[in-house]
């Protein structure tokens, strides 16, 4: 074999993914990484949410909040999306998983039967965003107020909870089995629709991330191209200082679907933070907070 062969394979071996190739990839990384959470550690989100609950049952009852598992698990998660961004939100909440199952499913079946469910317009889509505010303001009132316990049986996340856990469902969740059946159907027309719409920790995470951020420099951008935005599951483009860039959930599409891959991460430190290395790191860490957070809540 010649030299000019050797060195012929050789950079064929080195001849980086064309975009579909990446894109491929990236989404098996995701959705291996969404499974093992899944599978894993299902009960964060409703840790988080419990701990909100038990915070402002106590701020209503004028007690001091009490510094437990539930309580810990939510300053952990919210300080770790402040430097990470909402990674939690797209790879790793168990809800979130589930939309993006029943979404991928409903995309299957339109394909097959050639037939499309109706398209929620993107202005629509920011009004609506600002829905789950209200949710969160209305789950703390009835917190604050002790209206929450006496309402059992509504909760759809509650119920959503019990699916993951090795048991029933108990009598008296009707009307939260149907508040879930309704979500569902949303899911399945909109991307990330309880995400969006109606999460009340959504509504927190989407105020903090700082540091970990999905930037792109638009000088660069192909003139008209809004691949991008086309692709995002939250309607939000990531241009620096977009008031509405707390909406993303850091699923990193913006950055797999770029054609000149001029979407950084972490406010240009990272060229590409959907590389499957860093998404990975960041994955690691997150499972470790949890393994740790488990073993509180298990020995506390």
Known sequence: ?????????????????N?????????RVRAVIQLAFFLLAPSVYTSCFSGIKEMAAAVGAKDPISY??????????????????????GYACAFGAFGDAVYELSQFIQKKTKKKLPHMPDKLTGYLQKVKYLVLLAIVVLC??????????????????????????PAGYTI?????????????VKERFFCQFLCPMGAIFALLPVIGRYTRNRSNCINRCSACAKNCPV?????????????????????????????SYANGRVQDGNAPFPVAVKAVLLFAICLALGLIRSFG
Do not use: H
């Open 1 to 17: 074999m010649t030299n000019t062969q050797t060195a012929s394979k050789a950079a064929a071996k080195k001849k980086p993914m």
């Open 235 to 263: 309607s939000v483009e990531t241009d620096e200082g977009n008031i509405r860039m707390g909406e993303c959930i850091s699923c990193g599409k913006c950055s797999d679907v770029c054609p000149r891959r001029n979407i």
């Open 19 to 27: 975009p579909m190739q990446r894109v491929k990839l990236r989404r």
């Open 144 to 169: 604050a107020t002790g209206v929450y316990d006496k309402l059992p049986g509504w909760s759809p996340w509650d119920v959503f909870s019990m699916l993951t856990a090795p048991r029933g469902i």
């Open 68 to 89: 437990g598992s539930f309580f810990t698990t939510l300053v952990v998660v919210c300080l770790y999306t402040i430097v990470c961004g909402r990674f939690f939100c």
């Open 176 to 188: 939260a089995i149907v508040l879930l059946i309704a979500i569902v159907v949303g899911m399945a």
